[in-house]
């Protein structure tokens, strides 16, 4: 299925698949609602940014709460992916750490400001925002308890608390590094918080590799 874009009322001829028109539908409301906020946001601009009708938007999602939720799932779905990634991908666990301080760095320095619907959402009211949100740091912290359980022989109740920690200071100096407008390299931010988490993590618990 494809359908005709509109450029301000005027066919332009160009025919997109469904879900290449979904794809384009959500990164003009990115736009939008990255910098407007949610409840600032129009359908009209949003239809008017992605240069197609509103009948073509609402073809694609019956309303606004309906498109801010396809986005926010989405990129919550990046962040886990991006924190689980940086637990499975090595065995050395003073990298795992580094690797999951620099998937905060690296989610809230992106051009699509996908942080700001997860960290900033002004819709934080309707509770399937704040269950997206709050999956957003449980399934983050799961993925890394699971790994301190495993490797540093703790029982679940300390593992989960050290990886609240972790998550929480990552996402407080990622917030805090970009607030201050970068004024360290990202490389050296990340280096900085992934020394003073593994400090902490490292030198309290038999962190090692399986083969050591």
């Known amino acids: 299925m494809s359908e005709t874009v509109q450029q301000n009322g ?14 384009q539908l959500l990164a003009a409301a990115q736009d939008v609602f990255a910098a407007n906020g949610y409840h600032a946001a129009g359908m009209d601009e949003i239809a008017e940014r992605a240069g197609v009708s509103k009948p073509v938007l609402y073809q694609h999602f019956p309303g606004k709460l309906e498109l801010y939720m396809a986005l926010l799932d ?20 003073k990298v795992r750490v580094r690797n ?62 050290l990886a609240v920690g972790l998550v929480g200071i990552s996402q407080v100096a990622a917030m805090a590094w970009l607030s201050d407008n970068r004024s360290l390299p990202k490389d050296d931010a990340i280096a900085l918080i992934s020394n003073l988490a593994w400090r902490g993590i490292g030198g309290g618990f038999p962190l090692l590799p399986p083969n050591d």
């Open 100 to 161: 999951a301080v620099g998937a905060y760095f690296d989610f809230v320095d992106n051009e699509s400001q996908a942080f700001r619907l997860v960290f900033e959402s002004d819709l934080r009211g309707e509770p399937l925002v704040q269950d997206a949100v709050d999956r957003a740091t449980t399934s983050s912290v799961d993925a890394i308890t699971a790994t301190i359980t495993a490797d540093a022989g703790l029982d679940e109740a300390r593992a989960r608390l």
């Open 74 to 93: 989405k990129h919550v779905d990046e962040l886990i992916r991006r924190v689980t990634e940086a637990m499975e991908s090595t065995t050395d666990n």
């Open 10 to 23: 005027v066919g332009r001829g160009a025919r997109l698949p469904r879900t290449a028109r979904r794809a």
